[in-house]
């Protein structure tokens, strides 16, 4: 099986010195299971490729003792697969470690990279390469093989010769080969026990517990062994909020730099607690409830007998308990307000229930292959009666000479939507779940451009009450 990393960073052969390779020279390792050679095809300032060519014995794999393969012919010479991932942890430790003592600053730094694999067993097809290395910035280019080049009416197989490309470090592209070849192919060549949960956390730290599938690299990863799947994902998830209350970026701060002429906070407050209204909700959610702007506004109506805010960040949290003065609030008050930590991506059963939820300026956050389980948690799992959600309307940043994020009003946004954006996947997301949306703006509406922010209030069906 063969795998090449090629480079444009110039000198394109400090790649050498990252991997621990001279370019100059092939280099040969005995493995358990067969040898690995490494050698550069190309070696110029301009580019270099260097590359993994491993040669795997079945015979021996057969013979031996713990063996696993019952029979003599078999892919596993031939396609990337779990041997791959442990030569890459044996033969290039320090590459994958991001250790370079030659070029330090350089084994940190993002440099373009392009990783070819001759032929991988994709368990899924194209469509799940896809949405394992997409969602972590590579482009994917694959290309199906054929069962027998001679023979094409017998059909493509399962199969890729793939190619990925990006601009990161080189020792996240080597991590994130090392967990996923495994994954696509669905299968390991030795046992898997406590330890391979370790390896997956340590491997996939930084990256797995935001990836939209990490449940299912678990899974697969740890050969569908429940029990250290349900470890795993525990840690995950912890991990991952963790992460995520430790940097949280206020979403004030930015977006009402560049509003603040139209006091376009107040209108878009003022047009979600309108909207509470309307839906007769009396037990209302504030998902993603941040400092507590919303929150405020919500304990002034005493219609409003039952008030939760969620937030992922315990900074947000204590933000909004100290200013909406809950220690010093009144019992009667002080009885209808809740904070939770809690993620807007998982289950959570505290939150069903509830006539109303509002989720205002909180998407945008979200990287897109997220949307998904924010779907699911909010709509198939809370369903709450009325969903009431607003964002950004990309259309009407013309409207702003300059902006502080570029061409997004926050640095964290993901994305802003246009209109018709917003319209599609809200859409989409009431017709899979049983709901009704309007869409209404919100702010000083432009003929061409329309308002600054879109509103979508989503309405359960009557018939489920």
């Known amino acids: 099986m063969l795998l ?10 400090d790649l050498g010195y990252l991997l621990g390779k001279n370019p100059a020279r092939a280099q040969s390792f005995e493995l358990a299971f067969g040898a690995a050679h490494v050698f550069y095809p190309e070696a110029g300032d301009d580019a270099c490729t260097a590359a993994l060519l491993l040669d795997v014995d079945p015979v021996a794999l057969v013979r031996g003792p713990g063996g696993t393969l019952d029979q003599y012919v078999n892919d596993r010479p031939y396609a990337a697969s779990s041997f791959l991932s442990v030569a890459l942890s044996r033969v290039l430790r320090s590459a994958m470690a991001g250790s370079s003592r030659e070029r330090p600053e350089l084994a940190a730094a993002p440099i373009p990279l392009t990783a070819r694999i001759a032929s991988v067993p994709v368990r899924g097809g194209e469509a799940f390469l896809r949405r394992l290395f997409e969602p972590l910035g590579y482009e994917v280019i694959a290309e199906p093989l054929p069962l027998d080049e001679t023979r094409p009416e017998w059909g493509m197989s399962r199969y890729f010769a793939v190619t990925l490309s990006a601009t990161r470090p080189l020792s996240e592209l080597l991590t994130h080969l090392y967990v996923l070849l495994p994954v696509l192919d669905n299968a390991k060549h030795y046992w898997v026990g406590d330890d391979e949960v370790e390896k997956l956390l340590r491997h996939g730290e930084g990256w797995l517990p935001a990836h939209p599938a990490r449940e299912l690299i678990a899974l697969r990863y740890l050969k569908h062994r429940r029990s250290l799947v349900r470890d795993a994902i525990a840690r995950l998830v ?46 209302v959610l504030d998902l993603g409830c941040g400092e507590g702007n919303l929150l405020r506004r919500l304990l002034k109506e005493p219609r409003f007998s039952e008030i939760v805010g969620v937030d992922v960040a315990h900074r947000a949290l204590e933000i909004a308990a100290d200013r909406l003065k809950l220690e010093r609030m009144h019992e009667s008050k002080r009885d209808r307000v809740r904070l939770l930590h809690g993620s807007l991506v998982y289950r959570d059963r505290r939150l069903e229930g509830f006539d109303a939820a509002a989720v205002v300026e909180v998407i945008e956050h979200l990287d897109p292959p997220r949307l998904a389980a924010f779907e699911r948690a909010v709509f198939a799992a809370a369903r709450p009666g009325t969903v ?24 964290d946004h993901r994305f802003e939507w246009t209109r018709a954006e917003l319209a599609a996947w809200a859409g989409g997301v009431a017709a899979r779940h049983g709901y009704t949306v309007r869409h209404e703006p919100v702010g000083p509406v432009d003929d061409e451009v329309g308002a600054p922010t ?8 009557l018939a489920e009450g």
């Not at 090449?4 to 052969?13: D, E, K, L, N, S």
């Not at 209350?245 to 509003?259: F, K, Y």
């Not at 309307?393 to 640095?411: D, I, M, T």
């Open 4 to 13: 090449t990393i090629r480079t444009t960073h110039a000198p394109a052969t």
């Open 238 to 283: 912890t991990d991952d909020m963790d992460d995520e209350e430790e940097t949280p970026e206020p979403r004030e701060g930015e977006e009402q730099a560049v509003e603040r002429r139209t006091s376009l906070n107040e209108q878009r407050m003022a047009a979600v607690v309108d909207a509470l209204k309307a839906a007769g909700a009396a037990r």
């Open 388 to 411: 009431i959600v607003t964002t950004p309307n990309a259309e009407y940043n013309v409207r702003w000479p300059s902006l502080p994020a570029g061409r997004f009003r926050h640095r």
């Open 454 to 461: 879109q509103m979508a209030v989503f309405t359960r069906a």
